[in-house]
């Protein structure tokens, strides 16, 4: 547990680097960080004495290259020990960080490098930098640019310098010579799923006090081991797998890509993860795979354990009875348990997940397996928790209790507004969306639909996606896709049917499951068979089997296969894979007129 002593507590008015000064006198020798080196095939452990003998290297060069105060200073890195070191260097110089998805279009990443009128760039590597070729005479405003591996020219002669050759070789004290408080630590760029991103300020009391009030919610220990493979650049990773972790005196592993975070979970044995319900959907799959392979004996076995953990949960919860099942759930969870507590190292006693809702199939099965998922809620500009379940409290169908200094309630529409200290500056060079969001009372007005029951929240839709039938019936589709997408034959599903008689669906289908699919049902290639009626018969039919326990207007009875996956590269998704609705509905424009008849 927890000493006093273990977690560093800042006045909301500090600077965000004083969380590493404060670190340091407790645990200068303790593991920090953790990062695969590719020479030794193997994680490299790094102590907070050296990670901070690296930021005050990164504090060493920025201030010799002219950098002052105030400046905004951008980044485009995976997940690294650089990154961090370069995000707690430039908040102590009083630097602004603007983040960039390493996976966005080229043009958005120019438009926020102009925008905020970043000086200066890091990048990771050449791939990286290349993918701004497009846009090079864009870029003519910032003052130097860096990257971390050596990087050719671009077409025009623009060209990074190596950080090997500008960084010292070695640093001395981390400096903090810049206020927190109200003072701009960030500027974040909201995904921007019906519009052009906006800039969110967030202060480092914003920042500050979201991580404190976190803490007091959800408990993370200095012999903790986070695993951090969503991307630095949403607040969520950062706020919970950065600086937090700083706060508490956990180590934080940087898994080395999605291709890789299988192995990854298997080699670091996390005790704690910052996720998005895709990676338990996506392990819940496989698992459900498997088990469907298995005898019918191994099948009810595995159900009634997942089904015992669960009630167990419930009665540990006091909202269930006990149950004589209970008796023999150790018995029941050796034979189910650790195959699926493995999947994720086998170690973890903490899950928080955020950026979408779970589907309630998954938490139920994950928490029924021992794997405590909670599930929280917030958005870039709250920085980002505004609620969160705890273990002491934990009802996955909410997302959970408000933090303790923030304040929620229900307004006009079901609109949740919330207000606290973690709520942002407000937006970069663009006032009137800022008083758009933010009320006369200081109220944000998030955009979510939601109710709050006996102080938890409840999330029921987005205002801006609501579907109005015909009837006037109103549909919140983001459960219904998310139930769709549970189908392993299904990778993605948009719902539609704005003023129209009935709903509609347009699906994007899994390649591998469906050549395996095809072989059983007697078809052929899926681009030969995506108008085929008995292929739209079946996914139909596996459609409405997903969507039976939803109210009566949950009901689909045509769809329409789509040949591409929507991606961010085709301007479909946000960096944060968020659906761009309005863009999917004009691209897919044809196959919306067909479904309806109007063509």
Excluded at 289 to 317: C, D, M
Excluded at 553 to 561: C, G, S, T
Excluded at 583 to 590: Q, S
């Amino acid at each position: 547990m927890h000493g006093t002593d273990d977690i560093v507590q800042l006045d909301y008015d500090r600077n965000l680097a004083e969380f590493l000064l404060g670190r340091l006198e407790r645990t200068p020798d303790d593991i920090a960080y953790s990062q695969y080196g590719r020479a030794t095939r193997d994680w490299v452990p790094l102590t907070w004495r050296q990670f901070a003998d690296r930021v005050s290297c990164w504090q060493q060069a920025l201030s010799g290259d002219g950098l002052q105060s105030g400046d905004r200073v951008a980044l485009m890195l995976q997940n690294c020990i650089d990154w961090a070191a370069f995000d707690l260097a430039a908040q102590g110089l009083g630097l602004i960080v603007v983040p960039l998805y390493v996976n966005d279009r080229p043009d958005n990443m120019s438009l926020i490098l102009q925008d905020c009128g970043a000086r200066f760039l890091l990048v990771g590597n050449d791939e990286q930098w290349q993918s701004l070729a497009p846009v090079e005479a864009l870029l003519s405003r910032l003052h130097r640019v860096v990257s971390l591996e050596p990087a050719t020219a671009l077409p025009g002669g623009l060209q990074p310098v190596a950080a090997d050759n500008w960084l010292p070789d070695s640093g001395s004290d981390v400096r903090v010579e810049a206020p927190g408080g109200n003072e701009l630590a960030s500027i974040v760029y909201t995904s921007g799923t019906t519009g052009r991103p906006k800039g969110v300020m967030l202060s480092h009391r914003n920042i500050v006090a979201n991580v404190l009030g976190v803490l007091e919610r959800v408990q993370a220990y200095p012999n903790d081991v986070f695993l951090s493979f969503l991307p630095l650049s949403h607040m969520l990773e950062r706020t919970g797998g950065l600086y937090l972790p700083i706060a508490s005196g956990a180590t934080v592993a940087f898994a080395r890509s999605a291709q890789f975070l299988a192995k990854d979970f298997e080699r670091v044995r996390p005790t704690v993860i910052i996720s998005v319900p895709r990676v338990f959907e996506r392990i819940y799959a496989k698992v459900q795979e498997q088990v469907a392979k298995q005898s019918p004996l191994k099948r009810a076995i595995f159900a009634q354990a997942i089904k015992t953990g669960w009630n167990h949960f419930l009665y540990e919860q006091g909202r269930g009875r006990w149950k004589p099942s209970l008796a023999f759930r150790k018995q029941l969870d050796k034979a189910v348990g650790p195959k699926v507590r493995n999947a994720f190292g086998g170690n973890l006693r903490c899950a928080v997940a955020g950026g979408a809702a779970i589907a309630p199939e998954v938490t139920k099965f994950f928490i029924g397996a021992g794997i405590p998922i909670l599930q929280g809620y917030g958005s870039t500009e709250t920085s980002p928790v505004v609620a969160v379940n705890c273990f002491e409290s934990n009802i996955p169908e909410s997302v959970g209790q408000p933090l303790a200094d923030v304040e929620v309630k229900v307004g006009d529409k079901d609109e949740l507004l919330t207000r606290g200290p973690s709520l942002m500056l407000g937006y970069w060079n663009n006032p009137e969306a800022t008083a758009n969001c933010i009320d006369e009372q200081g109220w944000f007005h998030t955009g979510d639909c939601a109710r709050i029951e006996q102080g938890h929240v409840y999330i029921t839709g987005r205002i801006k996606e609501i579907i109005v039938l015909g009837n006037g019936e109103k549909v919140p589709p983001g459960d219904m896709e998310m139930a769709i997408g549970m189908d392993e034959l299904i990778h993605q599903a948009l719902v539609i049917g704005e003023g129209k008689a009935n709903l509609a669906a347009l699906v994007v289908l899994e390649p591998e499951e469906y050549e395996r699919f095809a072989k059983t049902a007697g078809l052929g290639d899926l681009g030969n068979e995506k108008d085929n009626p008995k292929l739209k018969k079946i996914l139909v039919e596996r459609v409405a089997a997903r969507l039976k326990n939803f109210p009566g207007y949950a009901r689909i009875p045509r769809l329409a296969i789509i040949d591409e996956p929507w991606t961010v590269e085709s301007g479909l998704l946000t960096p944060t894979l968020k659906p761009k609705r309005e863009k999917i509905l004009e691209a897919c424009n044809e196959q919306v007129k067909e479904l309806y008849g109007e063509t």
